[in-house]
Structure formats: C-alpha cells, structure tokens
C-alpha cells in the first residue's frame, strides 16, 4: 500500500494515552499476574510496533496478535517477549512458530500430530489449548480431547510445550452476566482435566478485566483498552480507572467554493444545495476506511459542525461550511476541534457499527503520526 505523506489526511496516535492505559491496566491486576498487549490489526489501526514498544515501556510482558506474520513482524522488530498468536496457524508453518518463539493456539490433536510432521525437536513450539465454552469460535469442545491432546504433548516433550490455556468470552462486555458465569464454570471443568497447570491460564480481554474477576487466571489479554476504548461502547459506561483515546484524525481542505442553490454534489446528484452555500472537499474516501455510509454525518471545522453532504467517494468527500475558508484550513475527522468533539464511538454509532471496526478500517494509506511521544 502506497503511504499517502503528500496530502493533509494524517492518523494522529497519542502515545501519551496509550502509556496511560496500559499503566493504568498493569497496576490494576493482582499480583502475579501478566498483561499481554493484544496489537493485531496493526494494533487496531494505531501502528504495530508503535504500540508494542509503548505497551512494554508501560508494563505489558508480552503481546497477542491475530496471524503468523504479525508475530514474525514482531520478531523481526527486535522484540523478544513471549507472543502468542490468536488465530490457528497452519500446522505446516509449526517450526517456523517454533523457531521464532512464537505460541499457537491449538483447538484439536489432529493439528498436534500434523505439526509433529513437521517439528524438528530443536525447540519445543509453544502451544495454548483453545477451550470452546461458548463463543463458538476455536477451542476443544470435549474435556477428553482436550486430555488426549495434553497427553499427546507430554509424551513429545522436544516438540511440544503446553505454555497455556484459555478461553473467550461472548459476553464480557454485557451487563447481563448468565453467558458469561457459564463459561466461567464450563472453563473450569477443563482446566481440571489437566495433570499439570499450564504456565498461563487466560480468559480476560480487555472487557473482562474491566467489569469481572474471573478463573482464577494469571494473564490479561488486553486489548481495545490500550487504545482508550470503553469495549462495551455505552452499555457500562464505568470504568475502574479512566482511559484516554489515543486516536484522532485530522485533514484539511483542499478546495472551498461558492455554489448557487440548486448546484448539486457528488456521485448521483444526492445532495442539491436549497441556498447560496459554500462547499469544501475534504481528501479522505472510503479508500481510507471513512465510510460510506457516514454520508450526513459531519467533521469539525473551526469548532463548527459542519456535516457531509453528497456521497462520500473513493478519495474525497465535500462538507457545507458556515462561510468561506482558506484552502489549508484544518478539518478534524476524529478529535476535538474548539469546544467540540467527535469520538471514535460517535462515528461508529451513525456507521451502526463498533469503534473497533471504524479503527480498524482507517486504511495504511493514510499515515499514522506520532504526537506526545513516549520516548
Ligand atoms: C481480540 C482478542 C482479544 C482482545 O479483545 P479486546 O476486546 O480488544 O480487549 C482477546 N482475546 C482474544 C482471543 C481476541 O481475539
């Protein structure tokens, strides 16, 4: 993807507020207990290695991503804290895993004796036993599978190592906690099958460590936290400690003009304007991850709320402004302009998606910049 430095657009990431959420997490968590920074996706959007470096100067042990190549990125960058990987690598790719030090999750002992074909023995590759208890995604869903597996890795001690085992919650983020106590006590009957305690007993995402004490675990997966995201968006608005968005995103205009009433906008003629207006176009598109279906919501310009008229397209889209502006003036996408604001969460809320979503979908051809840097 081609790295757009030559236009106004630019992801700003608060380095500051990352440092302080993940602080903030750390110094929450019983003793003995390990935060694992979740950054895949590019750290939601916020610049991988950015935030690994900023999670362990703030007390993160370790990381969680979602794929193989995060992992290998992540290696590659220099950093030697235990990775796990979230989603199920191919077994024919166990011995790089291995070699690297990187930790899989594994959901059946078939995938163990197809990543035996292929594990020379030298180092042991990490496994994490994924625990189906009701989010339906990964995990063994039979307590004597989940035993055979572990059996199986004990009897190959130079290919295997069983570091940890886990689980996800559906409905962490909920106030209604009936899913959740169930899979609470249908993880626990699995963790008794096993002859020995695994290094790393996990459950809690972000959300989990927020609002429940659970399992007696000894690692947080915390994710969507670091970034300063409530993970639930409104539905428990308390927090144990403050957490501080991290991202804002700011543009500027490229072209202001003066229409006449009737002159129409953008791709299909949606929007004619009903007065003499003046109309400013804004370099960003879906292209960029700014969707399209925020047609009618608005930017920020000069603490004016100013609302986005006509479809958005590829590359750029066109706002109604109060009076003329010069052609440079600072248009904020995500942040505070003046005495306004305009959240992640409030652009998620007219898209009728998740902040995690919006996030995640600002693409890598707009910049991510550093402002408050953690040095
Ligand atoms: C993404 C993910 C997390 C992090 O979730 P947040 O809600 O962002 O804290 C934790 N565990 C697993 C298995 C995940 O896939």
Known sequence: MIVAVHRPTRVLIDEGAIYHNVHAAVASLDAGTDLFAVI???????????????????????????VLDEALALRAAGFKQPVLVLGII???????????NIAVPVSELSWLQDAAQV???QRPLKVHTAV?????????????DLRAASDY?????????????????????SPDTQQFDRQVARFKEFVAVLATRPRYVHVANTATSLWHRACDSNLVRFGVGIYGLNPSGHDIPDLPYELEPALSLESALVFCKHVSKGTTVSYGATYTAERDEYIGTVPMGYADGWLRRLQGFHVLVDGHECEMIGRVCMDQFMIRLPHAYPRGTKVVLIGRSGDKQISLQDVADYAGTIHYEVACCLSARVPRVSVNPIS
């Open 40 to 66: 895949k996706a590019d750290a939601y959007g916020h610049g991988l290695l950015r935030v690994a470096r900023i999670a362990i100067a703030a007390g993160a042990s370790g990381f969680c991503v979602a």
């Open 90 to 100: 191919d077994p024919a790719d166990a011995q790089l895993a291995a070699e690297q």
């Open 153 to 173: 890795m004990s009897a190959h001690p130079d290919q295997f190592t069983h570091e940890g085992i886990f689980t996800h919650f559906a409905t962490a983020d």
């Open 119 to 121: 594990l020379d023995g």
């Open 132 to 144: 189906e208890t009701g989010m339906g995604r990964i995990g063994f869903t039979h307590r004597a």
